[in-house]
């Protein structure tokens, strides 16, 4: 315990605080639209179009930095997820066709060129997140994404949730189900690159899906789906950070652990459980 309190003076620690509390609630907030669109494993896909844009921007500024891993990082997934939206609207190609072929051109072009990276620092920082070493201004880069995630779905939450559940009738109400779509891809996207100096691109795609699976086992109301997604991640990336000190493991892995343990015991609390319960076979 006085170790812990030591390092709840040191000002690296409080930082990885504030970024897990911001990149938790943003995420779990998130989480809501995932599980409601079934978009995981699309999500899966641009978690790893992720690597490609890192190496493309290593080879074009020959360091790897913060800043740059993130916006070669947010213009990969936004060129694969919003590219393959565009395809969609305008050919026959089902939208998870057209992720495919972006998804799989974009990381086997990063698997080519990542012979090209020299560079003396270590990837694996970068594939599983290091949230301990976020800085003054990652934490305004975290409040901005934060702050545009949450007033834009809160804004237009009603047009959003019209179009996930009835496309047809928010086209005939005269909403733009077309920049819905994409406005909910941007969503995904922004969460996605918060949660990537926290537990990288890796791991990102499980701060996207558990705490709203986790919320969704108690709970069928759209508003308790949402914050409560976004109360989930919160304290769950706070409580990781906070362990992951005295147990000396990094804290990407121990966010997704503490979700993950969650989330089971969310499973067997659940008043759908039943042990006992027998399955029907028609």
């Known amino acids: 315990m006085s170790e812990l309190l030591e390092i709840l003076d040191m000002p690296f620690f409080r930082r990885a605080l504030v970024a897990a509390a911001l990149i938790g609630f943003t995420n779990g907030f998130v989480s809501g639209f995932v599980l409601l669109r079934r978009s995981s494993l699309t999500l899966s896909a641009l978690c790893h179009t992720m690597l490609p844009g890192i190496v493309v921007v290593v080879l074009i500024t020959g360091a790897l930095t913060q800043a740059g891993a993130f916006m070669g990082a947010l213009l990969a997934a936004l060129i694969v997820g919003l590219g393959s939206v565009a395809i969609t609207r305008n050919t026959r190609?089902?939208?998870?066709?057209?992720?495919?072929?972006?998804?799989t051109t974009a990381f086997a072009l990063g698997v080519l060129l990542l012979?090209?990276?020299?560079t003396s620092q270590n990837l694996e920082d970068w594939l599983f997140g290091s949230i301990l070493s976020v800085s003054?201004?990652?934490l305004k880069v975290?409040?901005?994404?934060?702050?545009?995630?949450?007033?834009?779905?809160t804004l237009f939450m009603?047009?959003?949730l019209l179009t996930l559940f009835e496309p047809n009738v928010a086209a005939v109400q005269g909403v733009g189900v077309r920049w819905m779509?994409?406005?909910?891809y941007a969503l995904m996207i922004f969460a996605l690159m918060a949660s990537?100096?926290?537990?990288?691109p890796i791991l990102s795609i499980g701060l996207l899906v558990v705490p709203g699976a986790i919320v969704s086992l108690f709970t069928n109301h759209t508003r308790w789906l949402f914050w409560g997604g976004g109360v989930v991640g919160c304290v769950s990336a706070i409580l990781a950070v906070?362990?992951?000190?005295?147990?000396?493991?990094?804290?990407?892995?121990a966010i997704v652990l503490v979700l993950g343990s969650l989330f089971i015991l969310a499973y067997f609390c659940s008043p759908n459980y039943s042990p006992f319960k027998k399955s029907q076979i028609n």
């Open 93 to 103: 190609l089902p939208q998870s066709t057209a992720l495919a072929i972006f998804f």
């Open 115 to 118: 012979q090209y990276v020299h």
């Open 242 to 253: 906070i362990i992951s000190i005295p147990l000396n493991i990094p804290t990407g892995p």
């Open 136 to 138: 003054d201004d990652d």
């Open 142 to 153: 975290f409040f901005a994404i934060a702050c545009f995630t949450l007033l834009s779905a």
């Open 196 to 200: 990537f100096q926290a537990v990288g």
């Open 158 to 160: 009603r047009p959003l």
């Open 181 to 184: 779509n994409y406005l909910l």
